[in-house]
Structures are given as C-alpha cells and as structure tokens.
T-cell receptor
Framework: AQKITQTQPGMFVQEKEAVTLDCTYDTSDPSYGLFWYKQPSSGEMIFLIYQGSYDQQNATEGRYSLNFQKARKSANLVISASQLGDSAMYFCAMRESTGNQFYFGTGTSLTVIP | DSGVTQTPKHLITATGQRVTLRCSPRSGDLSVYWYQQSLDQGLQFLIQYYNGEERAKGNILERFSAQQFPDLHSELNLSSLELGDSALYFC?????????????FGPGTRLTVL
C-alpha cells in the first residue's frame, strides 16, 4: 500500500482564490510527522508546513494551513489567496518515528491562473 | 535559501563512470538525508546519516554509497553509472533525527548520464 497518496495530479485555481490539495497517508505508527513541500520549476524543494500526529490544532504558516483529520488519515494543504508564484509542484510527505523512513507522495501540479 | 549547499549543481558523465556528490548541511544540523528524484520513480529516499552514523536506508542501490564526515558534510558516491541513474539528487538536513524534525533541502545536483 502507498504510504502517501496524492490523488490530484494537476489543479488549477484562479488568482486570489483558495485551493485545497489533497493528501492521505497510511501508517500504524502512533507518532509521525506530516510535511508539505513546494517545488517550483526551478527545482528546489521548499518546506511549507508541518503537522505532528499529536498536535491538537491544525498547523498554519501564513497563507498555508493544514487540514489535519487524523481519523481519516488525511492532511490536506489549503492555500489561501493564491498568487501566481504559487504555481509549482506540491508534495506531501510523512515520517514515521519507527524505521526512520521518509515517504513522499507523487505530487500535485498547481497552476494559478491570472 | 535553505542553508543546505550541494555541489556540483550539474554533472554530466558517461555510463560506467563514478561520481561524487557533496552536501553541506545547515549550521547546527546533525542529520543528512539523500534523495533521488526522477521522472519515472518520483522522489525516493536513499539514505540518512546522523552525526556520522548511518541511521536509515531506503531504496539505495548497491552501486551507491554515502558517508558523513566529522565536520558533518556528506558525500554520495555513485559508481558504474547507468542511463537510468540520470536524476536530480537532493540532500536535506535536519537538526535531530526524529519524526517531527523538518528536513530542509538543498538546491540539488542534476546528474546526466550519457
């Protein structure tokens, strides 16, 4: 089974609108971390936001927020007020406390339309 | 700028050759991770070192090896190169080694095997 599933290969959003990028994960480890990264066309991987499995509140970082639904094993990224510079690939990732493996999803390509 | 540096930025070599990729982690970070990103395999975790010791292994081929030196920089050695080894190789670093530690990525080394 895939550890991280991103079901949206491509998404489009109008500038200034909000967009949600989906991510579901699979783990039996009670302690894990969930991460979102952005990869623009230039290639670098930019850390956006982190959510710990024991965190009670959803993480927020500026225009980024993480909709964490533990029972459903989902960790969707919400980008508010989209900007043209948000056009990029977005990767969801998970690290379990056991095994030290770090798993990435296949990514979602986001295009912001002016 | 994440603070993680990687050299070289680009590398072009021939099949059968051996190359070394170098990574310097962010100041104060003890863990270094190596990843391979290719079009067909996506982003794959290769190996992790923590304070000089190997901590976790992912999908790393036997032709590949890595080490972390006392000054905490790391090198990834790729030998007997094949066309399929052409990819973007990322190094990332984190302060500690836990599931909740955020990894910060370097700009990557783009390897082309001809």
């Amino acid at each position: 089974a895939q550890k991280i599933t991103q079901t949206q290969p491509g998404m489009f959003v109008q500038e200034k609108e909000a967009v949600t990028l989906d991510c579901t994960y699979d783990t039996s480890d009670p302690s894990y971390g969930l991460f979102w990264y952005k990869q623009p066309s230039s290639g670098e991987m930019i850390f956006l936001i982190y959510q710990g499995s024991y965190d009670q509140q959803n993480a927020t970082e500026g225009r980024y927020s993480l909709n964490f639904q533990k029972a459903r094993k989902s960790a969707n990224l919400v980008i508010s007020a989209s900007q043209l510079g948000d056009s990029a690939m977005y990767f969801c990732a998970m690290r379990e406390s056991t095994g030290n493996q770090f798993y990435f999803g296949t990514g979602t390509s986001l295009t912001v339309i002016p | 700028d994440s603070g993680v540096t990687q050299t070289p930025k680009h590398l072009i070599t021939a099949t059968g050759q051996r190359v070394t990729l170098r990574c310097s982690p962010r100041s104060g970070d003890l863990s270094v991770y190596w990843y391979q990103q290719s079009l067909d395999q996506g982003l794959q975790f290769l190996i992790q070192y923590y304070n000089g010791e190997e901590r976790a292994k992912g999908n790393i081929l036997e032709r590949f090896s890595a080490q972390q030196f006392p000054d905490l920089h790391s090198e990834l050695n790729l030998s007997s190169l094949e066309l399929g080894d052409s990819a973007l190789y990322f190094c990332a670093s984190s302060y500690q080694d836990g599931a909740t530690d955020t990894q910060y990525f370097g700009p990557g080394t783009r390897l082309t095997v001809l």
